[in-house]
Every structure is written in structure tokens, then in C-alpha cells.
């Protein structure tokens, strides 16, 4: 799978742009907005079933569902954003931002009931002039942001919020409130712009205008086109900064998460401004983030700012969440297949591995290669008391403790669409049902049974009351060389990879698909030509042992928790992979399948598929500041291998907790 999104827009959601009939239920484009290429279905809509529905029961009875109670400190009623006088910043509306999602995806009466507080205090905290949210700063105090409550930032997040709870109740207070919050800014911003406050709004000013883009196409008011363009104006030129400056290549340019957020906002942008320029920006930021911090759980090295590729440089888990975030709001503008490709990347390598099993713990940081998760001092921008890789509550910084509920939930509720040509769409794959209304307003479920990304069919089966036309978008993605298509037992169609197909046919009730992506083995080369072992979406990581310390943390609670745990290895790591040609992958690396996918398969006990091969232990490859020394360059000429070859087992990078993922190679296959 490359990292790399070249911008695709494909014919059958082009072909939809011209058309004037709506259809039903579903938010079209309003002129001048350029058409979207698919049309996000209602929260609830879409039902995770199988491993994906354990993710979301294990958030639920994890952290998501009861961060009140486990980080009080910030969670509790004294929050700014239910009235009170303690956090009055960005982690409340960071937790309810994936709280909610879940809420109403689960269909959980409990967790909605915990976001109601937020919400009617966000709704009625609107004031005359058409200002919400907290309004009054207060002393400082450990481990609370209490200053900054009229920052523009934090309300970006309970827009979000906001959109996502009308999607579920259609409760038009949410129109009325932004429709006067957007008056206000459009006032206000001249005088006091994005970055008055803090800088951070002027860099995450896309997840404002795409909410200004939404209300839009619901209310048709013409001043939101003209503060469209002054929060454009004020937000950080990511399209000339991609276009035509080095900043991706240049080591703390950029913080990671900005970078996450921001990079659809010239995506966002085009939907009002149609230029080529837009798309050709944000290919070439994926292509140089790809060449200069690219790494193989299909993140980058930002800890915290933009630190390069070497693997063992952080990922922060803010910028997963984000970034798919991103990904997903690009993917409905565009219908552009790699960022499908890339947000099953992220989603199936990385943020599982950042997250304890339980959700109740997490990683600030990761590393491609990671052998230690233990509190140190280590080579990272930003280092917080060395907690950064400890799976924690609170180590390393509580940012990523309230931002990380919004991964899975928005990752379930963009699995599926319906489409402009009155069709429906899955474009990202996982077990789950979807209700989407087709044609001229028949209501159809779809039913998706599989142990994707496992495995490969995905099987869809329709359910109508009446026989009915419409089109069904499928995406293949750009890794499969060859997908089969089945309708019925029958192959429909043979297609290649990287393209959206649409069956355009009269469908009844009991109607199955079957989607066949064929997973093949394959290479991708990164940091001092070090090499990752791909199979379909997922990156292949070095099982090892683990031993888990759980540490009392009596130096620094209130910043980074009353506890964590450290991992250390209890099995060889230092490992080069025996060279291996492209053509000869199949026999070099031997597919080994458990026959059965887990509810939960996320860790190296439950893994349902592993990688077996040969490989070399390079001795003077060492431990280096509780982290893997500098990686042997490949192939460095007479490097010092052991000359016996041992069997290696490489496992889905999602299930590890230690790892190794971007390995030297160590001589040829003898």
C-alpha cells in the first residue's frame, strides 16, 4: 500500500455533480458548493458488528464511557463547558467529540444521557450577540487549562460536536445557534482573528470552515460563503506551504497534530473554490510527508513537532485520531480511493497499537520500532518526564486521554455513504450494518459480513421491501492487483485495483455480494533503506515477548497519573530480514492463518494471521537510551550478521505492543 495519494477523482462520482434531483433524506451541495462526491448517512445509521462492535464495547467500558470518573480533575461538573470554574479549554469538547459518536452508534441510553449536560449547556450558553461557550478566565491551577475560554479553537471542537448531534436528532436549536455563533464570527474575526488567542485555531481553521460549508448546504445563507473565505484568509496557507516551500522537509516545522487537522483544509476549501491547485496541494504535502517522515504503521514522525523518518522518532496518538478525521472528511469530498486506502492504513496499524486492550490505558507516542515503552528520557521534541511511551491514563500529556475516543466511532460512521446518483456506497470495510434510503426513497439495510482486513471476502447482503434500481459503489483498493466481484454466487466482474465500482442493477431482498480482494505479499523501503512486510492493508511487525511492569507513580500523579505501565522485551529484537526478490516474496515469507478472527484480535495472543521467514540477528544492533540503537543502513556493505539464519514470526503491526517494523536486511537468502 503506498503512503502516497495521487488525486483520483473516479467517473461514477463525477458523473453525479450535475444532477438537480435530491435525494431523500440526505444533505446535497448547494450552489455555488461544488457537489460532494458521497453524502455522509446519519449517526446511527451505521451499526458495527462483529470485532469492530467489541472496539466500540471495550471504548464504552473503558475510558470513553468513563472518563467522569477516572479524570475528574478536568471531567467533572466544574469543566467550563457545563458552567464551571475548572477546565475551560479543548479536553471536555475533545472527550464528548467521541463520547457522542459512540453514544448514538451503540444506540446506548446511558452514554447519551452522559453528553446531554454538554450539549444543553453548549446550546443555551449563547449569548445576545451570538457568542457560546465559556467566557471568563480564572487562576492558574495544576493540571487544568483554565485560561483562554474565549480562544476560537476550543469551539471548533463543539462545532464538531454539534454537527454530529443534529445528525442523530434533527434538533434545529443546533441550526440557531450556529447560524448566530457564525454572525458573530464573522463580526468579530476582522478585529480578533483566528490566532488572537492562541495559535492553534490559525492552523486548525478547516475543522471551522467545513462546519461553515455544512450549515450552508442546509440554510443557504449567504453571509457564511463570505466568512467561508475570511477563515480561509486567517488560516495557515497549508496550499502554498505544500506548493512551494520545503517545510515538510524541514525537521520542527510544523506541529504533528495542526499538521493532522490541517491538512484537508485545502480539500475543505475547494468546495467553494474548485481549483485544481487545492487538489495538487495536498498530493504533493502526502507525497513529502510520505518521503521525509513517512513510516510503516502509515503515520509520521511528529513528537510533537515534525521530527522526520527514523522509526524510532514518536508518533503522537492525537495525530491517528486526526488524521483519519481528515482522511475520512476528504474522502466524502472527493471520492479519491487512497484516502480510503490510507485511512484503513492508519486505522488497522496504528491506532490499535497506541491503545491499551481495555481502553483504559494509552500511549502519548509510539515508534514504528519500539522495544521499550518504559519512562525515560528520550530523543523526542517534546518530552514529558520521560512517560511519553508508558501506557497510561495521563502519561506523557492528557491531550491525547480526552482525544483519543474519536478513532473508531467516526471511523464506523464513514464505512459506508449514500451517493448523489441516488445509490449507496461502502468504501472502507469492516463487519456492520447500514440502513441507507436509494432510488426514489426506498429504505434498504445492507448487512457486511467479514473478517476484513483478516481476511479477504467481504460479503454484503441486501435487505428490501420491494425490488428496486439504484447503483452500489464499491471501492477496490489501490494495493489489490485483481478483485472479483460476485452477485448472487455468480462473478459479475473482474477489476483492478485502486477504483470505485458501481453495480448498477434492480436489486431484491436476500441479494448477496461478494467482494474478493486477493492479498499479496509486498515490500515498502523507508529510513537508511530499512524494508516493512505488507499483506493487504496491514504492516507485519516482530512478535516478542513482553513483560509488563505496573508502576505506582508517586513523583508526578497530577500530570501524568497515578500509575502506568512499562513494557520490556523478554525476546531477541535486533533482527535483519535475509534479502528476498519481489518475484520470490511467496517463498520467502510463509502466510500462516489461525482458521478463526477473534471478537477482539488487537493483540499478539489473538492474532488470527502470522508472517513466518528467515532472518539474521545483527549483534551490533543495540539497546540505545532504552530504545533501538541506529538502525544498520541496508545493505551496508560487509555488515557484522550472525551467519546463521533463524525463524523469525512476524504478526499484524495492530497486535503489538513492542516491535520491530522497518527492518535492515541482513545479507541475501542463502
Known amino acids: 500500500m503506498k503512503f502516497i495519494l495521487s488525486i483520483l477523482f473516479l467517473s461514477a462520482a463525477i458523473t453525479a455533480i450535475g444532477q438537480t434531483k435530491k435525494p431523500v433524506g440526505y444533505t446535497m451541495g448547494r450552489a455555488p458548493l461544488r457537489q460532494n462526491s458521497y453524502l455522509e448517512l446519519p449517526l446511527g445509521a451505521i451499526k458495527p458488528q462483529g470485532w469492530l462492535r467489541e472496539m466500540l464495547v471495550r471504548q464504552k467500558n473503558g475510558a470513553t464511557g468513563n472518563l467522569d470518573k477516572l479524570y475528574p480533575l478536568v471531567m467533572n461538573e466544574r469543566n467550563g463547558w457545563l458552567g464551571g470554574d475548572g477546565d475551560q479549554w479543548e479536553r471536555g469538547p475533545y472527550w464528548i467529540d467521541g463520547l457522542l459518536p459512540l453514544a448514538y452508534i451503540l444506540d446506548d441510553q446511558e452514554l447519551i444521557a452522559k453528553t446531554k449536560p454538554w450539549i444543553e449547556w453548549a446550546i443555551k450558553s449563547q449569548q445576545p450577540d451570538g457568542y457560546f461557550g465559556p467566557s471568563k478566565d480564572y487562576s492558574p491551577e495544576p493540571g487544568v487549562q483554565r485560561d483562554n475560554s474565549r480562544d476560537w479553537w476550543p469551539k471548533m471542537v463543539m462545532l464538531k460536536i454539534l454537527k454530529q448531534y443534529y445528525s442523530a436528532t434533527n434538533d434545529q436549536r443546533v441550526i ?145 485520531v486526526e488524521m483519519l478525521f481528515s482522511l475520512e472528511s476528504m474522502l466524502e469530498i472527493t471520492g479519491n480511493v487512497n484516502f480510503a486506502d490510507q485511512i484503513e492504513k492508519i486505522a488497522f496499524n496504528a491506532l490499535p497499537a497506541q491503545v491499551s486492550d481495555d481502553f483504559m490505558g494509552r500511549q502519548y507516542f509510539q515508534q514504528a520500532n519500539q522495544v521499550m515503552a518504559t519512562r525515560y528520557m528520550r530523543n523526542f521534541d517534546v518530552n514529558h518526564n520521560g512517560t511519553d511511551l508508558c501506557f497510561g491514563l495521563l502519561s506523557g500529556y492528557p491531550c491525547c486521554t480526552s482525544n483519543m475516543h474519536q478513532g473508531w466511532p467516526k471511523f464506523t460512521q464513514n464505512l459506508w455513504y449514500a451517493t448523489p446518483d441516488h445509490g449507496a456506497a461502502a468504501l472502507v470495510y469492516a463487519p456492520s450494518e447500514a440502513t441507507i434510503t436509494v432510488a426514489n426513497g426506498t429504505e434498504v439495510l445492507f448487512k457486511e459480513e467479514t473478517n476484513y482486513p483478516f481476511e479477504e471476502t467481504v460479503r454484503f447482503t441486501l435487505k428490501t421491501a420491494k425490488t428496486v434500481s439504484f447503483p452500489f459503489h464499491l471501492r477496490v483498493p489501490e494495493w489489490c492487483k485483481k478483485a472479483s466481484i460476485k452477485i448472487n454466487g455468480k462473478v459479475w466482474q473482474e477489476v483492478n485495483g485502486n477504483q470505485v465500482v458501481a453495480i448498477k442493477r434492480e436489486w431484491k431482498s436476500g441479494d448477496v455480494v461478494e467482494l474478493e480482494l486477493p492479498m499479496h505479499l509486498f515490500k515498502n523501503t523507508w529510513y537508511e533503506n530499512s524494508v516493512s512486510i505488507e499483506r493487504g492493508p496491514i504492516t507485519y511487525a516482530l512478535k516478542m515477548g513482553e513483560a ?98 533463524e525463524e523469525i514470526i512476524l504478526v499484524p503491526y495492530g497486535c503489538t505492543n513492542l516491535r520491530i517494523s522497518q527492518f535492515p536486511v541482513a545479507g541475501k537468502r542463502k
Open 176 to 320: 440557531r445557534l450556529m447560524t448566530n455563533y457564525f454572525k458573530y464570527q464573522l463580526k468579530e474575526l476582522p478585529q480578533k482573528p483566528l490566532d488572537h488567542w492562541t495559535f492553534w485555531a490559525r492552523y486548525r481553521g478547516g475543522d471551522n470552515l467545513m462546519n461553515v460549508y455544512w450549515l450552508y448546504n442546509i440554510t443557504g445563507d449567504k453571509f457564511l460563503l463570505e466568512l467561508g473565505d475570511l477563515i480561509h484568509k486567517q488560516t495557515f496557507d497549508y496550499t502554498n506551504a505544500f506548493l512551494n516551500t520545503d517545510m515538510l522537509s524541514q525537521k520542527g516545522s510544523i506541529h504533528c497534530v495542526n499538521l493532522a487537522q490541517g491538512i484537508k483544509a485545502p480539500v475543505i476549501y475547494y468546495q467553494h473554490h474548485p481549483e485544481q491547485k487545492y487538489l495538487d496541494a495536498t498530493k504533493k504535502g502526502f507525497e513529502d510527508l510520505r518521503k521525509f517522515n513517512g513510516m510503516a504503521h502509515g503515520l509520521y514522525g511528529g513528537d510533537e513537532a515534525l521530527h522526520g523518518n527514523n522509526p524510532t522518532q514518536g508518533s503522537e496518538l492525537c495525530s491517528a
Open 548 to 645: 509488563v511492569k505496573k508502576v505506582k507513580n508517586e513523583k508526578d500523579p497530577i500530570d501524568y497519573g497515578d500509575s502506568y505501565e512499562e513494557i520490556r522485551p523478554t525476546t531477541p529484537w535486533n533482527y535483519g530480514l535475509v534479502e528476498a526478490s519481489d518475484k520470490k516474496l511467496d517463498q520467502a515469507y510463509r502466510v500462516e492463518k489461525t482458521g478463526t478472527v477473534s471478537t477482539f484480535p488487537w493483540n499478539v495472543e489473538n492474532a488470527p494471521i502470522q508472517i513466518k521467514t528467515k532472518a539474521r540477528r545483527i549483534p551490533t544492533w543495540q539497546i540505545y537510551n532504552e530504545m533501538t540503537g541506529p538502525i544498520p543502513y541496508s545493505q551496508m556493505y560487509k555488515l557484522e550478521a550472525e551467519p546463521t539464519e
